[in-house]
Nanobody, 122 residues
Framework: QVQLVESGGGLVQPGGSLRLSCAAS????????MGWYRQAPGKQRELVAA???????TYADSVKGRFTISRDNAKNTVYLQMNSLKSEDTAIYYC????????????????WGQGTQVTVSS
């Protein structure tokens, strides 16, 4: 069974930094685009950043220059380095894989982790 497990969330002061990790486990052959989304209370889930297996990245305008997404394909892990955090970054952050190829064939589409809370507050 495939799992996406996020870690690294927590409470940080404005201007601080956090690094989120999302590790995929299970009998996986490959993962296509991986991304981080977030959902604040009363708001819709939104894309924060995404990265293809080849390293092409996409960022929401609100995080450009402050957040960096990266991945380790050998470890099936994606990271989100968040710097200069603001109170408006407070949300639950979710990891997503748009397609996971099983080692024995078959695919899993649009798969989500359970989320990790990020709170930016003084």
């Amino acid at each position: 069974q495939v799992q996406l497990v996020e870690s690294g969330g927590g409470l940080v002061q404005p201007g601080g930094s956090l690094r989120l990790s999302c590790a995929a486990s299970g009998s996986i052959r490959s993962i296509n685009t991986m991304g981080w989304y977030r959902q604040a209370p009363g708001k819709q889930r939104e894309l924060v950043a995404a990265i293809t297996p080849g390293g092409t990245t996409t960022y929401a305008d609100s995080v450009k220059g402050r957040f960096t997404i990266s991945r380790d394909n050998a470890k099936n892990t994606v990271y989100l380095q968040m710097n200069s955090l603001k109170s408006e970054d407070t949300a639950i952050y979710y990891c997503n894989a748009d397609r996971i190829a099983y080692a024995r064939g078959g695919n899993l589409y649009n798969y989500w982790g359970q989320g990790t809370q990020v709170t930016v507050s003084s």
